[in-house]
Every structure is written in structure tokens, then in C-alpha cells.
């Protein structure tokens, strides 16, 4: 079954603390893992999208990593605005779109 | 660019009423989803559209919910008679096409169902 999990469920970071959030999946035929950001209240933002293992892109203070089974959020310095859920996101070999259930990331100043 | 729209924002009803929900995505977009997403929880797709067609509805309740995409357009979300594990928020999306996978959301419909 495929299947995307998130670790942390919850992370709370002091403003500057870099640190890393997790997202493993298992999906047959996998077309891209996609990183969102969601605001209380507010429908997701796209961030990634990333292809293949060993691709990179880079936003901001936000960097994100793939490899055949996991995926990484690097968050850099991260700043009081940086706190929101992000969420994880698969597309499967069938086109099916699997969210995983986020980390909420509390930055405090 | 004008985003996607949703009304309404907020609803509340009593089991066993009946819901509707709208969405306007991005001019242009072929590709619309309808989400529901429990508190707590990652987006669970219930249907996605290519244009007015339907692409995958395998996770659509269809004992009580209804979509439709008539003009491939705009796109309402039914919910007939609603229970209380219905209460959630209804997100929309659009994409450029199904082959563009990065996806557009809406603010989202809160319901309460009590």
C-alpha cells in the first residue's frame, strides 16, 4: 500500500536552531515527492517538487533533499515567520496524490 | 494571477442535513481535487477532474457525496445527509493539467457537523 510518513509530528526550535524534518514514503512508481507549507486556517503552499534521488532545491532558509526512500526539509536559521505545518506529498505511478499527515514547526524568537 | 476560490468559508449543519461546497480554480487550470482534510491530518484526495471528466473518485464516499465539474470549470462538492465525521476542512486545488503536478490550493470550506 502506498503509504507517506512524517517525523516529527511536532518540532519546536529556537529562532537560528537549524535542524531537519522527515518525510519516508513507499509508493509504486514514484513521479515526484512534493514538500507544501500550510498557515493555520489557510490551504497549503507549494514549495518542492522533486524528481528523482539526489536531487536538491533550495528555497530561503529551506532546503530539500530525495533519496530512494526519504526525503529531508533542511531548515536553516530558521526565523519566527518559518513556523507552520509542512507537509510531505507523493505522486504514484497511477497518479495518485498521497499527502502525509505534516510536522508543525514552532520557531520561537 | 487570481488564486483559487472557495465558498463558503465556514458552515455548520446538523447530521443528517445536506452541504454544498463551491470552487473557482485558476483560469486555465484543467486539473481540479477536492480534499478533505481532518484536524490533525495530511489532505485525503475524495476527487480529482481532468477538466469535466472524472479521473479518480476511489476515495469518494458515494453513498452521501457527489461532485461535479460541468463546464470543466467551476466545481461544487455535496455532501447528502451529512454525519458528524463529515466535520473537516474541504480544500480545492488546481493544476495546469495532470501531467503539472504542482498544485494550487484554496483557503478551504470549514464544516461542522454537529
Known amino acids: 500500500e502506498d503509504q507517506v510518513t512524517q517525523s516529527p509530528e511536532a518540532l519546536r526550535l529556537q529562532e537560528g536552531e537549524s535542524s531537519s524534518l522527515n518525510c519516508s514514503y513507499t509508493?509504486?512508481?514514484?513521479?515526484?515527492l512534493f514538500w507544501y507549507r500550510q498557515d493555520p486556517g489557510k490551504g497549503p503552499e507549494f514549495l518542492f517538487t522533486l524528481y528523482s534521488a539526489g536531487e536538491e532545491k533550495e528555497k530561503e532558509r529551506l532546503k530539500a533533499t530525495l533519496t530512494k526512500k526519504e526525503s529531508f526539509l533542511h531548515i536553516t536559521a530558521p526565523k519566527p515567520e518559518d513556523s507552520a505545518t509542512y507537509l510531505c506529498a507523493v505522486i504514484s505511478g497511477t497518479y495518485k496524490y498521497i499527502f502525509g499527515t505534516g510536522t508543525r514547526l514552532k520557531v520561537l524568537a | 494571477e487570481a488564486g483559487v476560490a472557495q465558498s463558503p468559508r465556514y458552515k455548520i449543519i446538523e447530521k443528517r442535513q445536506s452541504v454544498a461546497f463551491w470552487c473557482n480554480p485558476i483560469s486555465g487550470h484543467a486539473t481540479l481535487y477536492w480534499y478533505q482534510q481532518i484536524l490533525g491530518q495530511g489532505p485525503k484526495l475524495l476527487i480529482q477532474?481532468?477538466?469535466?471528466?472524472?479521473?479518480?473518485d476511489s476515495q469518494l464516499p458515494k453513498d452521501r457525496f457527489s461532485a461535479e465539474r460541468l463546464k470543466g470549470v467551476d466545481s461544487t462538492l455535496k455532501i447528502q445527509p451529512a454525519k458528524l465525521e463529515d466535520s473537516a476542512v474541504y480544500l480545492c486545488?488546481?493544476?495546469?493539467?495532470?501531467?503539472?503536478?504542482?498544485?494550487?490550493f484554496g483557503p478551504g470550506t470549514r464544516l461542522t457537523v454537529t
Open positions: 477532474f481532468q477538466n469535466n471528466g472524472v479521473v479518480d
Open positions: 509508493v509504486s512508481g514514484l513521479r515526484g
Open positions: 486545488a488546481s493544476s495546469l493539467n495532470q501531467g503539472s503536478y504542482e498544485q494550487y
